[in-house]
């Protein structure tokens, strides 16, 4: 269920004893921060406050109390726990100049080493000591963790005995499907070794979500709480588990946390919950942003609000305003948007209602155009913003955007779309469906112009449909009755940043704006016109995408 500012209340797991929990928001004043969890199966109530600049200053439950401390950088420097939280205790400063730990080692490029790790020059944690001897890793093109062993004599993989061998299987949107392991040891004074691979892990999901995975053999029902964890833990990881969950499998986050070395793999990097942060810096820096000052700690873990926000596989929302729109702070579209923490691409910002109209017929009949380019930069945004899947919200005018960018992406990004949610979508055509009509709902609405706007769209079979007494122009209430749940679990981008067309887009023609072919009188060959393209945080110059086969992204 979600309440009016689409805030998940509550999660229940019927006929299990997995998860059944209620969310609860302060009165009056919902701000999309929880403030209690209430456990119906344990009967135990935690709460939860934060400081000013919306970090989680403390925690408490039963028999227990959490108590956080930040510096200036976003850093979290320290935790104060009692009862069973005792153990979590740690007071940990950090250089102002660097955001790293002090009294920890680092390498040139930002890698906590102090701990026996060893990365390789694509900042991946490659080897890490541990009890007995090392564990060394190895990863895919993708950055994916796809090999382990565990090394026993003198901590050297390379002279010493590999004891267990572990490859790692993947799916083609990068979530794990299945791990195996040998079942003898070999040296490398071994010519040859006869080996038998038994599967040790497997997951299986459904609708992108983990469903099961298996434990000692057998595969049991995984129950993910809205952050995704599977299992009781305090807000930044640490295990609340009595006897502990074993390791090896989906824990905090859905991440998997290692028996080796006690972090969570999370995908591209390694995250330490002792910390409360990841172990190497986040490489993208397009997801920080002057806005929010605290984006550019590399190292922070979701803005230290481990409460309302996870940083899965990156999950975020890439939404697509209607007709006419501009950014506006007060209209639904940007609320929502702030809300779920998207990024957000005004397509026709500057645009009359003609001009509008007018571009999302060109799209339809002809291809890309300025629009487009919104649409596009907005998307590819999302997915540079994270390393997994992105949802996609598109309003009016906003779906024939996302339809025709679509075509412009490459199939593994494709392949990285998960929901998509059409708002009373105005396009000429079928509503596209990257992976299958059931991660797909359209809410309609039932006044005249929504049913003008609508009326060319054809929607596929299968697809979810809710029918709304609202009107096209009524945002507020298409979005108060769309399902936004799912999306609201999946978390925020790393940086919520808004695209625009150019200003003087305002200013073209109707054959500028792409009615006509680009090549009518008063067009300008080199991409005058289209030029540029403003984000809340970076300026990218385009070329002219409605003549060039492909658009050039270049950084000042």
Known sequence: MSNSEASSTTATV???TGINVTYNYPTGSNNGKVSSVSDALSGETVTYQYDSLNRLISAAGSGWTQTQSYDGFGNLTGRVGTGTAQSTSMSTPADATTNRLSGYSYDANGNQLSTGNVFDAENRLAFANISGGMVEYFYDAQNKRIWQGSCTQGGNCQQGVVSTDTVTLFGVDGRLVATYQWSAAWTNT?????????????????????VSQSQSGVMLSAVQDRLGSVGRYYPYGEERNAPPLPNDQVKFATYTRDSGTGLDYADQRYYASTFGRFMTPDP????????????LNRFAYVLDDPVNNGDPLGLCAAMLAGITMNPDDTSPFDKLQMSLGGVAGFPYSGSGFWQSVGSVTYQAAFGRNASTAVALATLKDALNNNSGPIDVIAYSGGAQAFATALNQLSSDEKARIGNVLYISPGMIGTLPTPNGPFNVTVVLGTEGPDIAATLGTSIPDNVRVITTPCDHTDLACLIRNAPLAQITADGPCSSQDIFTPPARMSRLSLAQLGVFPMFAAGTDADGLYFGGMYSASQFIFLGTPSVTDKITYHLP
């Open 190 to 210: 071994q010519n040859q070794v006869t080996i038998t691979f038994q599967a040790s892990a497997r997951r299986a999901y459904f609708g992108g979500k983990l």
């Open 14 to 16: 019927q006929g299990g």
């Open 284 to 295: 993208y820096w397009g997801s920080a942003s002057l806005k929010n000052p605290q984006s």
